[in-house]
T-cell receptor
């Protein structure tokens, strides 16, 4: 079992609220990722990070922001939640090896009412 | 564009029978291909990968996958399915122009019936 954690696991929140989804890993991986996944559907990359102080946007347009101040921590923030943000958010990390298989957290299921 | 496709939304198989979950890819150059499994209310777990070398790759839980360059396929297989194999399976390919990015297929739900 990979050592990557996400909190909260489930979150129901009202429109307009600011929220932060937490992701931490204890494997010392440089690369970290955030994906958005509707239930049973494909994953869409929304943000990734090469290492501390480096972040990039993924392919899916997102109103969220991320930060990478410490290697082990990669939080995702929504400044103003909307119902369209309702989804599952998966965090992953990967070692800086050529093959790069990813280790995923359990996910945060977000519902915006 | 680099992508993978999983043509089947769902695969049904009886316990003890062989199973195949299909994946085709579209990349420039030699692909790095992966299979992941997702159990309900869980994140994805890495199963196996193809980087180079032998076209038949063995992974976790008795799964294997065969890389076929001429058919641009990377099908996941298991000789004898278990009920506990029932889950959602994702094929993924690494972006060969930006190694930090991966593209996932739409997923295939595997149902193994007793």
């Amino acid at each position: 079992e990979a050592d990557i954690y996400q909190t909260p696991r489930y979150l129901v929140i009202g429109t307009g609220k600011k929220i932060t989804l937490e992701c931490s890993q204890t494997m010392g991986h440089d690369k970290m990722y955030w994906y958005q996944q509707d239930p049973g559907m494909e994953l869409h990359l929304i943000h990734y990070s090469y290492g501390v102080n480096s972040t990039e946007k993924g392919d899916l347009s997102s109103e969220s922001t991320v930060s990478r101040i410490r290697t082990e921590h990669f939080p995702l923030t929504l400044e103003s939640a909307r119902p369209s943000h309702t989804s599952q958010y998966l965090c992953a990390s990967a070692a800086d090896r050529e093959s790069g298989e990813q280790y995923f957290g359990p996910g945060t299921r977000l519902t915006v009412t | 564009a680099q992508s993978v496709a999983q043509p089947e939304d769902q695969v049904n198989v009886a316990e003890g029978n062989p199973l195949t979950v299909k994946c085709t890819y579209s990349v420039s150059g030699n692909p790095y291909l992966f299979w992941y499994v997702q159990y309900p209310n869980r994140g994805l777990q890495f199963l196996l990968k193809y980087i180079t070398g032998d076209n038949l790759v063995k992974g976790s839980y008795g799964f294997e996958a065969e890389f076929n360059k001429s058919q641009t396929s990377f099908h996941l297989k298991k000789p004898s399915a278990l009920v506990s194999d029932s889950a959602l399976y994702f094929c993924a390919v690494r972006d060969m122009r930006n190694f930090n990015k991966f593209y996932f297929g739409s997923g295939t739900k595997l149902n193994v019936k007793p």
